[in-house]
């Protein structure tokens, strides 16, 4: 609009200039997350471009899959190494914290990340009764509580 208050004079417009929708941070989270192998092609591009224009992701990316392979190939001995490498980022604060706050526990870490065995049966059973217990707040005493887990299949 001129200064004087009079409408602009017609004129071809162009085109706004709108690449494609970047993807979000669930998306890219997800395709960091799955295994390189179970991605589709379309999403292996689209991870490749979205670390092209990050470094920081891409170094994040490689620290995360190294932990997966750690964490399913049980191979615990190598998480000093791990969290070395991942507490040297500077770039990656959270990723640095994560991996000092695993050496408050090492042995424990360790032992999760070498051993077969795991409490994942004993922890879904500890999240079934808090959700049965959610259920019934306020409604009524522990005898009901201990009812519905016994006789819950």
């Known amino acids: 609009m001129p200064r004087d208050g009079a409408p602009a004079p017609p004129g071809p417009r162009s085109p706004p200039l709108v690449g494609p929708r970047p993807p979000s941070a669930h998306v890219v989270t997800r395709w960091i997350l799955t295994h390189p192998d179970a991605l589709s092609e379309g999403d292996r591009l689209q991870l490749k471009a979205a670390l092209a224009n990050c470094p920081e992701l891409t170094a994040l990316a490689e ?80 005898e009901l509580l201990r009812k519905r887990v016994l006789l819950t299949p």
Not at 100 to 118: K, Y
Not at 127 to 137: A, D, S, V
């Open 63 to 142: 620290h995360v899959r190294s932990f997966a392979h750690m964490l399913t190939h049980l191979q615990g001995h190598r998480l000093s190494e791990w969290i070395e490498a991942a507490s040297a980022t500077t770039e990656l604060p959270s990723l640095r914290h994560f991996a000092q706050h695993l050496i408050c526990d090492l042995d424990a870490v360790t032992a999760g990340l070498t051993l077969p065995w795991n409490s994942g049966v004993v922890e879904g059973h500890a999240n079934r009764i808090k959700m049965l217990k959610r259920q019934m707040f306020g409604r009524a005493g522990f």
